[in-house]
C-alpha cells in the first residue's frame, strides 16, 4: 500500500489525537462521498456511450438516405438545381442551436438542442425551387437533411458529454484512490503512532509515581524510626535521672520491661535495700541520687 508505514509529524497529545481523528473522519467521509459521485458518472457514462453508439449508427442511416435524396433531387430537377439553391440562400439560418448545461452530481455537462426560428421574415427562400420540375423530390432532400442536422446536433452532445464525464471520472477516481492509499492509511498510521506514545508516557507517569510513593514511604518510615529512637533516649533519660542509674543501665531496663512496669518494680530490682532511707528529706534524695549517677559514670 502506498501509505503504509507513513505518518505525519505531530506532537503526541490528546489534542493531536482528537484533531488527526476529526481528519480521519472526514477523510473516511470524503472517500464515501466522492467513491458514489464516481459510480454514479460511471453509470452515467455508460448510459452515454450506449446512446452514442446508437446516434452513430443512426447517422450512418441518416446521411445515407440524405444522399440519396439528393442525388434524387439532382436527377429529376436537373444540374441547375444546385446552382439556384446556392443563389437563393441569404440571411440567418433558421434551423439554430443552443446550449444548456445538466449537472449530474456535481459535474456540469453540456447539452445542446436545435430548434427552428419562426417568424414573418424566416420564410424559407429556397421554397420556390424545383417549382419548374421536381419540387417534391427537392423537398423531400430538404427534410432529410434536417433529419441529418438534428442528429448530428445530439451526437455532438453526446459525444461532449463523454469526452467532459471521462475527464471528471480520472480526476474523481485519482482522489478515491489518493484518499484511500495515501491519505487514509497516513491518519491511520498517525493516530496508532499518538496512541502508542500516549499509553508509553501513562507507563512512565505511573511508574515514576510508584518510585515517588516507595521514596515517600521510606523518607517516613525513617522519621518514624528516628521519632521512636529519639523518643526511647529521651524516656532513658527521664529514667536515668529518676532512678538515679546511667543512660544505658536504664535503657537496658526499658528495654527488659518494655516501659510499663512501675517505679517501685525497677528499684526494688537495681537497688540494694541498705541504700534506700527509710523517712530520708529532699536534701538527701538530692545528694543520694547526684552521687549514685557519678558511680555509674
Given at each position: 500500500m502506498a501509505g503504509h508505514g507513513q505518518r505525519l509529524n505531530v506532537v503526541?497529545?490528546?489534542?493531536?489525537?482528537?484533531?488527526?481523528?476529526?481528519?480521519?473522519?472526514?477523510?473516511?467521509?470524503?472517500?464515501?462521498?466522492?467513491?458514489?459521485?464516481?459510480?454514479?458518472?460511471?453509470?452515467?457514462?455508460?448510459?452515454?456511450?450506449?446512446?452514442?453508439?446508437?446516434?452513430?449508427?443512426?447517422?450512418?442511416?441518416?446521411?445515407?438516405?440524405?444522399?440519396?435524396?439528393?442525388?434524387?433531387?439532382?436527377?429529376?430537377?436537373?444540374?441547375?438545381l444546385r446552382h439556384v439553391v446556392q443563389q437563393s440562400v441569404s440571411g440567418a439560418a433558421r434551423l439554430r442551436v443552443r446550449s444548456q448545461q445538466d449537472n449530474i452530481a456535481g459535474v456540469k455537462l453540456p447539452r445542446f438542442e436545435h430548434f427552428l426560428?419562426?417568424?414573418?421574415?424566416?420564410?424559407?427562400?429556397?421554397?420556390?425551387?424545383?417549382?419548374?420540375?421536381?419540387?417534391?423530390?427537392?423537398?423531400?432532400?430538404?427534410?432529410?437533411?434536417?433529419?441529418?442536422?438534428?442528429?448530428?446536433?445530439?451526437?455532438?452532445?453526446l459525444q461532449t458529454s463523454f469526452l467532459t464525464l471521462d475527464a471528471a471520472i480520472k480526476v474523481t477516481n485519482r482522489r478515491v484512490n489518493a484518499l484511500e492509499s495515501v491519505v487514509v492509511p497516513k491518519l491511520e498510521n498517525t493516530i496508532t503512532y499518538i496512541k502508542g506514545e500516549l499509553d508509553e508516557q501513562e507507563r512512565e507517569e505511573f511508574f515514576r509515581l510508584k518510585k515517588i510513593q516507595a521514596f515517600k514511604q521510606r523518607e517516613l518510615e525513617q522519621q518514624m524510626e528516628a521519632a521512636r529512637r529519639y523518643a526511647e533516649e529521651k524516656a532513658a533519660g527521664e529514667v536515668a535521672l529518676q532512678r538515679g542509674v546511667s543512660v544505658d543501665a536504664a535503657?537496658?531496663?526499658?528495654?527488659?520491661?518494655?516501659?510499663?512496669?512501675?517505679?517501685?518494680?525497677?528499684?526494688?530490682?537495681?537497688?540494694?535495700?541498705?541504700?534506700?532511707?527509710?523517712?530520708?528529706?529532699?536534701?538527701?534524695?538530692?545528694?543520694?541520687?547526684?552521687a549514685y549517677v557519678l558511680c555509674f559514670l
Open positions: 503526541p497529545t490528546v489534542t493531536t489525537l482528537g484533531v488527526v481523528k476529526a481528519r480521519l473522519a472526514g477523510a473516511s467521509r470524503g472517500h464515501a462521498l466522492l467513491k458514489k459521485k464516481s459510480d454514479a458518472l460511471t453509470v452515467q457514462f455508460r448510459a452515454i456511450l450506449k446512446r452514442i453508439v446508437s446516434a452513430k449508427e443512426a447517422m450512418g442511416d441518416t446521411l445515407r438516405a440524405a444522399s440519396l435524396s439528393l442525388a434524387e433531387a439532382l436527377y429529376v430537377a436537373g444540374a441547375p426560428v419562426s417568424g414573418a421574415g424566416a420564410s424559407s427562400s429556397t421554397s420556390l425551387a424545383g417549382l419548374a420540375g421536381g419540387g417534391q423530390q427537392v423537398a423531400a432532400c430538404r427534410a432529410a437533411y434536417a433529419r441529418a442536422v438534428e442528429a448530428l446536433v445530439e451526437l455532438a452532445s535503657t537496658d531496663m526499658l528495654a527488659i520491661n518494655g516501659g510499663g512496669d512501675r517505679d517501685e518494680d525497677i528499684i526494688s530490682e537495681f537497688y540494694d535495700p541498705i541504700y534506700i532511707l527509710p523517712t530520708p528529706t529532699r536534701p538527701q534524695v538530692c545528694m543520694f541520687s547526684f
